[in-house]
């Protein structure tokens, strides 16, 4: 796979994971920085633009959603991820690329009517840097192997 398709492999990856279905990003961000050690910033920011979109596209779904009962259902049956949101606002979505609870708190947000641009600037900055952590492993194992 040449470098343009490794990048939109990338950024496909990392949209879908940050949406309401399974997967993960991570290892594909790996991959390409394994293979091209020189796309760092590229791909940094690829990923994030992309899980940043996909999150933001959680978010959109909760502001869709008529009634908490909604919000339950597609995020797994708990509140705890309203009950987060509601008291700690936007910075909560820090955290909005954990696994698990980082679907649930983009969703949560849009359904408490989050000021998208703060929902937005949280979660890229969160998403940024679980990527910063991944890339910085990856680069240690380019290291290692030259």
Known sequence: MDEQASLLALFTSSFLAATLLPGGSEAVLAG???AYPDLLWQALILATIGNTLGGMSSYLIGRLLPDEKAILKKTGGSSRSLEWVRGHGAPILLLSWAPVIGDALCVAAGWLRINW?????FMTIGKFARYWIVAT???S???TIS
């Open 141 to 143: 194992v380019v290291a």
């Open 32 to 34: 390409v920085l394994v």
């Open 137 to 139: 492993a990856a680069n």
């Open 117 to 121: 641009l703060w929902a937005m600037f």
